[in-house]
């Protein structure tokens, strides 16, 4: 089976920074788009950011300039890293990956579990 781990999660005072982790692991022949999405209490979950297999990204306004996305496809791994953090940004965060397991034709869709992160002072 397919599983993704999350980390770095945590709690960050205003203006901080964190560094959120998303590895694959599992028999992963091959990774498409990758992404992070988000959470907030009370709130439907939203798309923080994007990254095409190609490289390109794309991310939502509100953390446009102050989040960055990038891969790792030797390590099945994407990152989200996150600086001068508001409170707004408070939520819990889940990282996405559509990828191919070896012996398909096709991919499917995997999520982490979620990482709880804080900002507060």
């Known amino acids: 089976q397919v599983q993704l781990v999350e980390s770095g999660g945590g709690l960050v005072q205003p203006g901080g920074s964190l560094r959120l982790s998303c590895a694959a692991s599992?028999?992963?022949?091959?990774?498409?788009?990758m992404g992070w999405y988000r959470q907030a209490l009370g709130k439907e979950r939203e798309l923080v950011a994007r990254?095409?297999?190609?490289?390109?990204?794309g991310y939502a306004d509100s953390v446009k300039g102050r989040f960055t996305i990038s891969r790792d496809d030797a390590k099945n791994t994407v990152y989200l890293q996150m600086n001068s953090l508001k409170p707004e940004d408070t939520a819990i965060y889940y990282c996405?990956?559509?990828?191919?397991?070896?012996?398909?034709?096709?991919?499917?869709?995997?999520w982490g579990q979620g990482t709880q992160v804080t900002v507060s002072s």
């Open positions: 996405n990956m559509d990828l191919r397991r070896w012996g398909e034709s096709f991919a499917n869709a995997y």
């Open positions: 599992g028999s992963i022949a091959s990774i498409n788009g």
């Open positions: 990254i095409a297999s190609g490289g390109t990204t």
